[in-house]
T-cell receptor, first 112, second 111 residues
Framework: NAGVTQTPKFQVLKTGQSMTLQCAQDMNHNSMYWYRQDPGMGLRLIYYSASEGTTDKGEVPNGYNVSRLNKREFSLRLESAAPSQTSVYFC???????????FGSGTRLTVV | DQQVKQNSPSLSVQEGRISILNCDYTNSMFDYFLWYKKYPAEGPTFLISISSIKDKNEDGRFTVFLNKSAKHLSLHIVPSQPGDSAVYFC??????????FGAGTILRVKS
C-alpha cells in the first residue's frame, strides 16, 4: 500500500515563482488536508477537502490555492511564492469513519 | 488562539525510564484526542487515541490519560527506548471534525 504520496520531496523556489504540490492517496478516503509544519508552530491547516468537489479554508490559507481533482488527488498551489512560505508541507487523508489521519512524507519547500 | 498547547518544547529521558508528555486544550467541545509520532524526514504517524468518555487508554508501552475537568491529557511511555526519540504531536477533534494540532514535543531517549 502506497498510502499518501506527495511530490516533490524537495523544492527550492525564487520569490515570485509559482508551483504546485501534488498529493494522491490510494485508500479511497473521502477527506484530504494540507498542513504546514514550522518550528514552534506545530502543524497548521492550510486547506482541506471534506469530500470530492468541495474545498474549504483552514487556519492559514493566504497565499495558497487548492484543487480537489478527483477523489484521489488534492493539489496545493503557490501562485507567487514568498520567503514566509518556506516550510515543510504535509498532505493527509482520512475516511469518514475514523478521526485519525494518514499523512504523506512531506515536501520541504525553500523560498529564496 | 492556540486551542491545543504542548508547553514543553523538548524532553530528555534515560532509556528504561518513564517519558511523560503533556498537552492542554482550551476548547471544551473537543471529544477525541490523538497522539502522533514524527521521525525526521517522515510524515506523522498515528500512535494512540482516547475518546472523551474514557480517562485512560493503553496500548503496549503507551498509555494516554485524559483529565477532562483540567482539560489536560498526557502520554506515558514505559519503558522508554532510544527508538522512541521523535517529535510527538497532540491533536484534538470536535465531533469528528478536522484535527487541531499542538506545537509538538521533541523527545530524546538517551541510552
Amino acid at each position: 500500500n502506497a498510502g499518501v504520496t506527495q511530490t516533490p520531496k524537495f523544492q527550492v523556489l525564487k520569490t515570485g515563482q509559482s508551483m504546485t504540490l501534488q498529493c494522491a492517496q490510494d485508500m479511497n478516503h473521502n477527506s484530504m488536508y494540507w498542513y504546514r509544519q514550522d518550528p514552534g508552530m506545530g502543524l497548521r491547516l492550510i486547506y482541506y477537502s471534506a469530500s470530492e468537489g468541495t474545498t474549504d479554508k483552514g487556519e492559514v490559507p493566504n497565499g495558497y490555492n487548492v484543487s480537489r481533482l478527483n477523489k484521489r488527488e488534492f493539489s496545493l498551489r503557490l501562485e507567487s511564492a514568498a520567503p514566509s512560505q518556506t516550510s515543510v508541507y504535509f498532505c493527509a487523508s482520512r475516511t469518514g469513519q475514523r478521526v485519525s489521519y494518514t499523512f504523506g512524507s512531506g515536501t520541504r519547500l525553500t523560498v529564496v | 488562539d492556540q486551542q491545543v498547547k504542548q508547553n514543553s518544547p523538548s524532553l530528555s529521558v534515560q532509556e528504561g525510564r518513564i517519558s511523560i508528555l503533556n498537552c492542554d486544550y482550551t476548547n471544551s467541545m473537543f471529544d477525541y484526542f490523538l497522539w502522533y509520532k514524527k521521525y525526521p524526514a517522515e510524515g506523522p504517524t498515528f500512535l494512540i487515541s482516547i475518546s472523551s468518555i474514557k480517562d485512560k487508554n493503553e496500548d503496549g508501552r503507551f498509555t494516554v490519560f485524559l483529565n477532562k475537568s483540567a482539560k489536560h491529557l498526557s502520554l506515558h511511555i514505559v519503558p522508554s527506548q532510544p527508538g522512541d526519540s521523535a517529535v510527538y504531536f497532540c491533536a484534538a477533534s470536535a465531533y469528528g471534525n478536522k484535527l487541531v494540532f499542538g506545537a509538538g514535543t521533541i523527545l530524546r531517549v538517551k541510552s
